[in-house]
C-alpha cells in the first residue's frame, strides 16, 4: 500500500490522493464516500471524524430512511481532504466533484482507482485486515464497519 500512496501522491493530483486516503484509513464503503458533503467533515484541533449517512430502503411505501454514524478521521486523510479543499475555488456542498465539477460518481473513482491497479472493496480489505492483524475484537470491528449484523462483518 506504501507504493500505491506515494504513486497517487506524486501524481500531484490532491483531489485523488484524498479519496484514496479517505478509502484507505476511514472504512468508509465508496457509496458513502460519494454521497460526503463538505458539512460531514468535521475537523478540530486535534483530530476529525466524518458524519456518514447510508441510504436504507424501508419494506412497504414508508419510502427511503437514512442511518448515520460518525467515523473518526485519520489525520493522514484529513490532511489530505484539507489540501484538496484548499485548492477548490467553489462552493459545491458536496466534497468530491469530478473534473467537470459535478458531484462525482462511483464510475469516476472506479475509473481512478483502476489507473493504479486497485479496487475499492481491496482498500477496505485492507483496513479490516490491519485490524484483524492488530488483535481487534470482531464487535469493534462490526461497530467501525457500520455493519448491522456480526455475520456482515465474519
Known sequence: MNKLIKEVKASGNKRDFAILMLLLTSRIRMSELISLERKDVRIFECGGDLQVAKERVRKGDLGRMYSQRIVPLPSEAMKAITLYLEEREDNHPALFLS????????????????????????????????????????????????????????
Open 99 to 154: 473534473n467537470k465539477g459535478n458531484v462525482i460518481n462511483a464510475r469516476t473513482i472506479q475509473h481512478m482507482l483502476q489507473k493504479y491497479g486497485i479496487c475499492s472493496y481491496q482498500l477496505r480489505h485492507t483496513y479490516i485486515t490491519n485490524l484483524v492483524q492488530t488483535g481487534m475484537d470482531t464487535i469493534t470491528i462490526q461497530t467501525l464497519l457500520g455493519h448491522k449484523t456480526l455475520n456482515m462483518t465474519l
